[in-house]
């Protein structure tokens, strides 16, 4: 039976994008990318912005940048591409303290859209969140080493923080989910808010990171923030996607780390095994993100391909529109001698 699974990077649906979609149908900001993303089986965003009327900036500690979104505008947007579930242990979840966390949360639950990596108490942020598709059961944890104010604890709501170091006892809490997590569902996914901005590659101890987590259980792993992509890396089978970039926002280009160019990335399964991945290049414009084509289709797919060949052997393969990544080798049918 097979089975897709998308993955997109960070979808910031507030400041220009929300005057934008105050004018626009919710499908505008996602251009020719839709019927890739809607006709998944399950998808996954990291959500880079509260959904919230609440004014009261977080005035804790010093931000740069606060996000937020009319929530009936931008429930409306996500459902218009049939997003399944959100990412919400990242750096702009409270914003607008914790009222625009919580008002986050009752939005995306009274509209079907599971959320994980937050939640009004650290045993809510750490908890895993399951969904039914097609007969099989998808676990996805999520955690953030950003902003450690965020932190939630026990009677406060905040994120699902980790600091990212393989031998951290810190680690401990996370490992322990992906386990329970995979006593209890058929795939399981981590997702991470992760590492500082505009880097191409993983540091060494985030690539560790993963690996453990890999080991623990975790049959996916979703890493965004560095508003750019990094490469991906099929270890024991199993794709790392170290940060999978911007998707929807309307972000000043940077034209050395080029964060208006990403993928969205689509994992095809075969039942419960990972068969193949396939990486759609796209171009982010303001508020909308389009299939990239031509000599920018080529850019994306050579860097995609040039990072990811630093980490081992990977094979891609060119294909309209997308580059094809063959994970698991089908076994030939023996013939019979005579």
Known sequence: MGLRIVFVGDVMLGRGVNKVLQQVPPEYVWGDTLDIIREADYSLINLECALTFHEHLWDRTLKAFYFKADPEQAIATLKAANITCACIANNHTLDFQEKGLLDTLQTLDEAGICRAGAGRDIVEARAGVYREVRGFTIGLI????????????????????????????????????????????????????????????????????????????????????????????????????????????????????????????????????????????????FAQTNLATGYEFDEIAARMEELSAELGPILFRRAKHKLIVPVRRRRKKRVAGG
Not at 162 to 168: G, K, M, N, Q, R
Not at 221 to 236: M, P, R, V, W
């Open 142 to 285: 999520a955690f953030t080493d950003n902003e450690p104010d965020f932190a939630a604890v026990s009677g406060r709501p905040g994120v699902n923080y980790i600091p990212v170091s393989p031998d951290t006892p810190a680690v401990k809490p996370l490992l322990d989910a992906v386990a329970a997590a995979k006593e209890k569902a058929d795939i399981v996914i981590v997702s991470a808010h992760w590492g500082p901005n505009m880097r191409f590659r993983p540091p060494r101890e985030f690539r560790a990171f993963a690996h453990r987590l890999i080991d623990a259980g975790a049959d996916i792993f979703h890493g965004h923030s560095a508003h750019n992509f990094q490469a991906i890396e099929a270890y024991k089978g199993k794709p790392i996607f170290y940060d999978t970039g911007d998707f929807i926002d309307d972000y000043a280009v940077d034209p050395i780390f080029r964060n208006d160019q990403s993928f969205i990335f689509a994992v095809d399964l075969d039942g419960v095994h990972i068969e193949s991945i396939d990486l759609y290049p796209v171009h982010l414009d």
